[in-house]
């Protein structure tokens, strides 16, 4: 069986970042992958209701399993507490990657929601640090390996170990 893997939306192409916008292209790597169905495309955030654009929101005081853990919060700009709305979005995109049969997610990095490798550090001033967003968080802790988006390379060499295990058993 051909492993799945949950992929932002805005990796494909879709005009769904806070600001309206894509993160980057299609390469040629997803394209293939897509080409092959493995690819379940989803938006955290517009599976939560959240509008497109909507306001920048980072981590306040910890990362994505502080907030998930209600030990932290996710405040927009302006000030606004938006925990709520980004919880939902990080359960909502485990239940799609469990209902699609997802081992692996390749997500965007920064985002308090996606990010894997780093997030925006609270102060909205454009400096990240080390951490994981809640959908990141909550995925690797119920057993989906999370991959940033520049890491398609560590991405396609954890299925294909994946896949030769599968078909050696």
Known sequence: ?????????CLMGFNVRYNGTKKG??????????QEQRLVI???ELAAGLP????PAEIHDGNGKDVMGGAAQIVED???DVTAHYQLAAWLALKTAQSEGCCAALLTDGSPT?????IYDGTFSGV??????????LLEANGIRVFS???IAELVAFIEEREQTDDSM
């Open 1 to 9: 069986m051909r492993s799945k893997i949950l992929v932002s939306a």
């Open 25 to 34: 292209s299609l390469q040629q790597t997803l394209a293939y992958l897509q």
């Open 42 to 44: 989803h938006c955290p």
């Open 52 to 55: 497109v654009p909507r306001s």
């Open 78 to 80: 302006s000030g606004q």
């Open 114 to 118: 996606c990010g894997s490798q780093q």
């Open 128 to 137: 990240q640090r080390p951490g994981m967003g809640v959908t990141a968080a």
């Open 149 to 151: 988006h520049q890491q």
